[in-house]
């Protein structure tokens, strides 16, 4: 994730990872290779739409308040509109999937994107300080 210059978003990024390997494996304990299957699907979901969301925020380069909020209005929409595409295809085309662990692993890792406001990134803490 070099690409993502914002380091709260790396990190909460890292976070939706690692919570959907848990799943995964805490599923497919639970539920075989299908419980498996639909978390990392659910995580998966929510991760791709978190770094389109991230990629187009970080491609800004104004400076004024107006253009940031258009960024991320942007960006939430193109977020928003990936995200109900994938959670139709994956209930649509895939028929065994788990729905619990799909739909749970999804909320999980939308919540720790939410996190990322309370990340601090060190270098601008830094920058302000001085």
Do not use: C
Request: hydrophobic share 60%; glycine share 8%.
């Amino acid at each position: 994730m070099p690409w993502i210059r914002n380091k709260p978003v790396r990190v909460v990024m890292r976070w939706q990872l690692i919570v959907t390997l848990a799943m995964v494996l805490t599923l497919g304990l639970l539920w075989g290779f299908h419980g498996a299957a639909s978390a990392f699907l659910g995580g998966v979901v929510s991760i791709v739409s978190a770094a389109t969301f991230s990629a187009i925020v970080s491609r800004y380069r104004g400076s004024t308040a107006g253009g940031i909020l258009i960024t991320a209005l942007k960006a939430e929409a193109v977020k928003i509109v990936i995200t109900v595409a994938l959670l139709w295809l994956v209930m649509t085309l895939y028929k065994d999937v788990v729905a619990v662990g799909f739909i749970g692993t999804f909320i999980l890792t939308v919540l720790i994107f939410g996190l990322a406001l309370f990340v601090t990134d060190d270098a601008k803490v830094a920058q302000i300080k001085q």
